[in-house]
Structure formats: C-alpha cells, structure tokens
C-alpha cells in the first residue's frame, strides 16, 4: 500500500474525482507516479498528480496518445481546405501508388484502412524515430490486406503517413505544423519534439510488472513473429528490444514521431483537447462544430485486424465512446497510449480529459484506473 501524497486541486463539485484517484493510488504499488487533468468548457476542473520526484509539470512518454496530436493537424488542415479526405493520397504523393495502393483516399488512410501497418522486414529503432524515412519506405510496401476493405491499427506509422500527405500539401512537417498551429499558441506541454532544455523534467517510462497471473494471460496471447500484430508493432525484427526503449530514447523525443513520440503532462493532453472544443486564451476552439462532429464520426467500426478486438475510429481519433466508456457523449473523440494514457474531448458535455501514468499498467492500452476516473470526471460535469 501506498501512502504517498496527492497534490494539486480540483474545482467545487469534482471531490469525487480526487477521492477516485486518491482511492486508486492508495492500491497502487509504492513507487506509482501520475499526472489526472480535466477541462470543462475551456476552465480547469482537475489538477492531479502524486509521485516522488513527480510535479504537474514533470512529462512522459504517451507513445499513442501522440495520434491525437497528428489528426488534430489533419483536421485543421482539412477545415482550412488544404486537405480534402476524399481525395486520392496519390494527388499529394504521386509515390504513394506503388504495390496496388492508386485509389486510397485520405479518408481510408487515416481511419487505419490502408493495409499499410509496417514494413515485411520491419524497422530499426532509428528509422522509426524518422516519420520521412517511416513514409518513404511504406510507399513501396505491398498491403496486409486490399486498402479499404477492412481495417486494423497502424500503430507505429499512421502519423508517418499522414504526415508525409501534409507535407506534401503545405511544405511544412506535421511536427512543425503542430507547434505553430496548436502548442505554442496555448504553451501546451505536449510536445512532438522535445527541446534539450525539458529534457530535465521527462520521466523515463518503466516497464510493466504484471503479477504471475497476469503474466501467464500475456504469455497465452498469440505473438507469433509473421503476425499482424507483430508486424504492426515491429516485433517481427531480429531484436525488437522493449517498448519501453522506445520513449526512453532521446533520438525518439527529439524527433516527436508522429505516431508514437510524443511527450506531455496530463494537462497538455487534457488542454490540447480542450482547446480543439472550447474557448481557451480569448481564442475561438481550434475545431469548428462541424469539423469535430465530422473527426468524432465513427468511420471504422467492428474487429480490428491488429488488435484482433473490437475497435471504432473516428478521422484517426479512437471513437472514445464505444472504444472505451459508452457513457460519455457521442462524437467523442480522443486517444489512449501504451503506458496507460488516456486523452480525449466530449463536445457534448465539454469536458476534455488527460492522465499519464510512469509505470506501464496491464494489460496495455488505456489504464483501467481511466474508467472510475472518467466516469466520476464525467457525471461532476453534468451536475456542474
């Protein structure tokens, strides 16, 4: 048992949010660090974290919940005009056509429907810190299945590809788009690209200590090296190392892969999704109602191919409702990350939500921690 410290505030009528993450991190091994934010309509509503060595301002590796920094660019591009997802991916990057992929649309490609989930001979850890060089080796590659036929997670790529498409249209890199159009504005720590002078605040990630239990669950999943789910998560190489190699390394940070790279706080995550629904700094939201009604859409719905569970997504958005808490709105629209992450924004209720974890929780994916403190994070909003 633990009995380490929480820190920060909530608002009137969110104490039950802290009591729920109080209550978790009381049954939590001793050395559990992270961070619990949330917004509602713009105002701070929730401001938590507890750890040793750990503050509000500390950051971690989110790995996923980067893709919702990647299609938060692609939406803004596609309400400006720049982009049009109905469009052929090959009118933005002719070299895309190779190995039967001409008619993709960039709708189908960034809902995870391209087929294009990793190389056969899969990557080292350099080349998947590099979105362009992640891109010009996927342009060659042969689809897993015929694009738009059905659909599975490009977990390590998807920001490379639909990177490589904003690219093209406007000359600058998805990173670069990020930092003028969403961080800088609302100094968001949610970086694609961590400066040497933060490095000082990053947390390494940790690995997963999951008990024996748990242990023999993971080691009954299916993990052969020619699978899907091998081959999307780069662990058909010779020596995949461990997932955590992957944040830990500042080569990753600095360069801010698009799909997996990212660095935040839980309230650069929570803020980052607060200010694409609500007003935030005297600035109109980032997204118009019927651009976020259109990336919160479900486009991709049913068995996923990768994950070899039942996934919906939105313009690359995971449908956070049906993937995860169908109590909340419809239409909402987020993205959970390996160690446990959850990000996410609910335009119908106004809450925007953000949770890092240090440690790797089980099974992976979204820590189950997330749901009690959604849950109570979402009926506070109501009643506020």
């Given at each position: 048992?633990?009995?380490?410290?929480?820190?920060?505030?909530?608002?009137?009528?969110?104490?039950?949010?802290?009591?729920?993450?109080?209550?978790?991190?009381?049954?939590?091994?001793?050395?559990?660090?992270?961070?619990?934010?949330?917004?509602?309509?713009?105002?701070?509503?929730?401001?938590?974290?507890?750890?040793?060595?750990?503050?509000?301002?500390?950051?971690?590796?989110?790995?996923?919940?980067?893709?919702?920094?990647?299609?938060?660019?692609?939406?803004?591009?596609?309400?400006?005009?720049?982009?049009?997802?109905?469009?052929?991916?090959?009118?933005?990057?002719?070299?895309?056509?190779?190995?039967?992929?001409?008619?993709?649309?960039?709708?189908?490609?960034?809902?995870?429907?391209?087929?294009?989930?990793?190389?056969?001979?899969?990557?080292?850890?350099?080349?998947?810190?590099?979105?362009?060089?992640?891109?010009?080796?996927?342009?060659?590659?042969?689809?897993?299945?015929?694009?738009?036929?059905?659909?599975?997670?490009?977990?390590?790529?998807?920001?490379?590809?639909?990177?490589?498409?904003?690219?093209?249209?406007?000359?600058?890199?998805?990173?670069?788009?990020?930092?003028?159009?969403?961080?800088?504005?609302?100094?968001?720590?949610?970086?694609?690209?961590?400066?040497?002078?933060?490095?000082?605040?990053?947390?390494?990630?940790?690995?997963?200590?999951?008990?024996?239990?748990?242990?023999?669950?993971?080691?009954?999943?299916?993990?052969?090296?020619?699978?899907l789910t091998s081959i999307a998560f780069n662990a058909h190489v010779p020596d995949p190392g461990e997932f955590t190699d992957f944040a830990n390394s500042r080569t990753v940070r600095a360069k801010g892969q698009a799909s997996a790279g990212g660095v935040a706080s839980a309230r650069g995550?929570?803020?980052?999704?607060?200010?694409?629904?609500?007003?935030?700094?005297?600035?109109?939201?980032?997204?118009?109602?019927?651009?976020?009604?259109?990336?919160?859409?479900?486009?991709?719905?049913?068995?996923?191919?990768?994950?070899?569970?039942?996934?919906?997504?939105?313009?690359?958005?995971?449908?956070?409702?049906?993937?995860?808490?169908?109590?909340?709105?419809?239409?909402?629209?987020?993205?959970?990350?390996?160690?446990?992450?959850?990000?996410?924004?609910?335009?119908?209720?106004?809450?925007?939500?953000?949770?890092?974890?240090?440690?790797?929780?089980?099974?992976?994916?979204?820590?189950?921690?997330?749901?009690?403190?959604?849950?109570?994070?979402?009926?506070?909003?109501?009643?506020?």
């Amino acid at each position: 048992m633990t009995t380490k410290e929480i820190h920060g505030t909530v608002a009137e009528g969110f104490d039950t949010v802290r009591d729920e993450f109080a209550a978790f991190v009381a049954s939590e091994r001793d050395d559990y660090e992270g961070q619990l934010c949330a917004y509602v309509h713009g105002r701070r509503v929730v401001d938590l974290w507890t750890g040793e060595g750990a503050d509000a301002t500390s950051l971690y590796g989110v790995y996923s919940s980067t893709k919702g920094a990647a299609h938060l660019v692609v939406a803004l591009l596609v309400q400006d005009g720049t982009l049009e997802l109905d469009r052929k991916v090959t009118y933005y990057w002719p070299e895309f056509s190779a190995e039967g992929k001409a008619n993709l649309t960039l709708r189908d490609l960034v809902t995870h429907r391209a087929g294009l989930i990793g190389l056969d001979t899969g990557f080292s850890l350099d080349e998947l810190a590099d979105d362009r060089m992640i891109a010009e080796r996927l342009a060659d590659q042969r689809p897993f299945w015929r694009p738009g036929t059905a659909f599975g997670y490009h977990a390590l790529v998807i920001g490379a590809l639909a990177g490589e498409v904003a690219r093209r249209a406007t000359g600058r890199t998805l990173q670069e788009l990020f930092e003028e159009r969403v961080r800088a504005p609302y100094a968001l720590d949610f970086h694609l690209g961590l400066p040497q002078p933060l490095e000082p605040r990053f947390r390494s990630a940790q690995p997963m200590l999951p008990t024996p239990k748990q242990q023999a669950v993971l080691d009954a999943a299916p993990t052969g090296p020619h699978t899907l789910t091998s081959i999307a998560f780069n662990a058909h190489v010779p020596d995949p190392g461990e997932f955590t190699d992957f944040a830990n390394s500042r080569t990753v940070r600095a360069k801010g892969q698009a799909s997996a790279g990212g660095v935040a706080s839980a309230r650069g995550l929570a803020g980052m999704y607060a200010a694409a629904i609500s007003e935030m700094n005297d600035r109109p939201p980032l997204l118009k109602p019927d651009t976020a009604a259109e990336v919160g859409q479900i486009h991709s719905i049913g068995y996923d191919l990768v994950t070899r569970t039942h996934r919906s997504y939105g313009l690359g958005f995971q449908a956070t409702a049906d993937t995860w808490y169908p109590f909340l709105g419809a239409g909402a629209f987020g993205h959970s990350g390996a160690p446990g992450s959850q990000a996410f924004a609910d335009p119908r209720s106004g809450l925007a939500y953000g949770y890092t974890r240090r440690r790797f929780a089980y099974p992976g994916g979204a820590a189950p921690e997330n749901e009690r403190f959604v849950r109570a994070a979402h009926k506070a909003t109501l009643a506020t």
